[in-house]
């Protein structure tokens, strides 16, 4: 068993990170012990290792949020139906190592059948999506949504469930070698954002009232957003990869009442019951099933190679998606 553990953060993220061998007790009643299957590197697992994310771990710490797993061995008084099956591994858990124990009673089964490297971006990206798309504005089939950084990994699942609730979605990405990979997946308007982007997406939109921008850069591309959406229109902020503050004219607030709200789904998790977090998990789950949903990935990696990973995830202009598959 290895697990891949920093016991420090720095701002070079693969410095401060390395595999090292572990062990586990045998699963306790209730328990179950979890082959883990496939796990992704994310932004914020980046910027977890350099300690510029919102909610830090205490160190020593195990690199990772989300994954899916196989359950290979059942503690006492666990269900027999669990063992061999497919499922999400426990948000926030640490999932870059080879098994972790779980309680099999919050555990979340998953289909078969369905390719695991794409089930284990199930728990942050889509999920992320699909609130958005969903708790700020009452969007209807025929309603226009636009956002930046269409190229990440949540941009490629907003664009899948868009399409799959009727939704008109513009895409913005910030340099043209990534418009192809964005029309590939499945991006009908796709610009590079830049000068007079308002002007350029009302001529691509017909000057459609767009209600529901979705910013994930800041800067200056808040403000760009702020400009094509419709008077009154709510825009979403979830990230800055930019690294500079979100800013927006203050006419976009005074004359065109356009409201700024921020997004992390971290905060959702706390607030979300067991019923809404099923119906959420539950619905991403169909879509991934069916081929809906399916987020590219650029490499994968053995756990051996975790530095090589972290320092591929942390590089821009990436095509995918890095994955660890940490049993091969």
């Known amino acids: 068993m290895k697990k891949a ?12 990170i390395s595999t090292v061998e572990m062990n586990l007790p045998p699963p306790a009643e209730g328990q179950v012990l979890i082959e883990v299957l496939a ?10 290792l350099t300690g510029e994310y ?4 205490p160190l020593p710490a195990i690199g990772g949020n989300e994954g899916v797993g196989r359950v290979v061995e059942l503690g006492s008084g666990v269900d027999a139906q669990w063992r061999g099956r497919t499922v999400l591994l426990p948000v926030g858990s640490g999932t870059w190592r080879t098994h972790l124990l779980a309680t099999a009673a919050t555990l979340v089964p998953l289909p078969d059948g369905v390719d695991v490297q794409q089930l284990a971006m199930l728990a942050i990206n889509p999920p992320t999506a699909l ?3 969903s708790e700020f504005v009452n ?29 008109n979605c513009v895409n913005i990405v910030r340099r043209e070698a990534a418009v192809e990979s964005v029309r590939a997946a499945g991006g009908e308007i796709v610009l590079v954002d830049g000068e007079k982007l308002a002007k350029r997406v009302a001529e691509a ?14 800067g200056a591309a808040t403000d760009n957003l702020a400009r094509c959406l419709a008077p009154g229109a709510t825009l979403i902020n979830y990230g800055a990869m930019s690294g500079e503050p979100c800013q927006i004219s203050p006419a976009s607030f005074v004359f065109r009442d356009i409201t700024l709200r921020g997004f992390w789904l971290s905060q959702w998790f706390k607030t979300a019951d067991a019923k809404r977090r099923a119906e959420v998990f539950g619905e991403i789950g169909k879509l991934i099933a069916s081929g809906t949903l399916r987020a590219p990935v650029q490499a994968t990696y053995p756990l051996d190679r975790i530095k090589e990973a972290v320092a591929a995830a942390a590089a821009g202009e990436r095509s995918g998606k ?7």
């Open 54 to 57: 919102g909610q830090l771990p």
């Open 139 to 167: 969007l209807q089939p025929g309603d226009w949504v636009i956002q930046n950084a269409a190229n990440s990994g949540v941009g490629s699942y907003l664009i899948g469930i868009a399409k799959a609730r009727g939704l």
């Open 205 to 218: 939109t017909g000057s459609a009232a767009i209600r529901l921008g979705i910013d994930a850069v800041g």
């Open 131 to 133: 609130l958005m798309l």
């Open 39 to 48: 796990a992704p590197i994310n932004p914020s697992d980046v910027l977890t």
């Open 322 to 328: 890095i994955l660890l598959l940490p049993n091969g």
């Open 5 to 16: 553990e920093y016991a420090s953060r720095g701002p070079v993220p693969q410095d401060v």
